[in-house]
T-cell receptor
Framework: AQSVTQLDSQVPVFEEAPVELRCNYS??????LFWYVQYPNQGLQLLLK??????LVESINGFEAEFNKSQTSFHLRKPSVHISDTAEYFC?????????????FGRGTSLIVHP | NAGVMQNPRHLVRRRGQEARLRCSPM?????VYWYRQLPEEGLKFMVY????????ESGMPKERFSAEFPKEGPSILRIQQVVRGDSAAYFC?????????????FGEGSWLTVV
């Protein structure tokens, strides 16, 4: 079984400041890792994912996440946030083997960007 | 190419009534997932289906809840004899067949309110 821990339920930050949203996971097998973003009253949208290769992955809107196998982490970062980044962010894992395709999600981190 | 379509977006039911939530996956997707989201609790997996098969329903309550994904038509999540605690946002997601690691795509959600 897998589990995902998002250490911060809420992260307030000022516009143009850097931000890091933390995600740690636990799994007995290798996993694929995802970050999703959810805007109010909407579904989840994929932000970025790590399957293999370079441990640093980037999204088109300036977010990046780095897979750290030894620390079992996949923290999400952005060097300068905008008001429009205010949303709920979910980290998720899927086993890379074993035949289960079911993602396990963390409880989410609410990013609140203040002007 | 339409995304995952869920309806209704909002549903109000009185205690004891039935709620039926529908989900049409993206074109070419044969895997469907249902999740429930409660405030402060993140996304909880309910059931994973492929066409005409329930693959994993370990997250679904044993009573009153059922799900299907027929050969033709949308996936249906049915909640019988609803209670106030069933009030939540229900999200459907779909993914293409094949290996683990495929991105799953979410619908906009169905918000159930039990009065």
């Amino acid at each position: 079984a897998q589990s995902v821990t998002q250490l911060d339920s809420q992260v307030p930050v000022f516009e143009e400041a850097p931000v890091e949203l933390r995600c740690n996971y636990s799994s007995s097998v290798s996993v694929y890792l995802f970050w999703y973003v959810q805007y109010p009253n909407q579904g989840l949208q994929l932000l970025l994912k790590y399957l293999s290769g370079s441990t640093l992955v980037e999204s088109i809107n300036g977010f990046e996440a780095e897979f750290n196998k030894s620390q079992t982490s996949f923290h999400l970062r952005k060097p300068s946030v905008h008001i429009s980044d205010t949303a709920e962010y979910f980290c998720a894992v899927i086993p890379a083997s074993g035949g289960s395709y079911i993602p396990t999600f963390g409880r989410g981190t609410s990013l609140i960007v203040h002007p | 190419n339409a995304g995952v379509m869920q309806n209704p977006r909002h549903l109000v039911r009185r205690r004891g009534q039935e709620a039926r939530l529908r989900c049409s996956p993206m074109k070419g997707h044969s895997h469907v997932y249902w999740y429930r989201q409660l405030p402060e609790e993140g996304l909880k997996f309910m059931v994973y289906l492929q066409k005409e098969n329930i693959i994993d329903e370990s997250g679904m309550p044993k009573e009153r809840f059922s799900a299907e994904f027929p050969k033709e038509g949308p996936s249906i999540l049915r909640i019988q004899q609803v209670v106030r605690g069933d009030s939540a946002a229900y999200f459907c997601a779909s993914s293409p067949p094949g290996i683990s690691g495929n991105t799953i795509y979410f619908g906009e959600g169905s918000w159930l309110t039990v009065v």
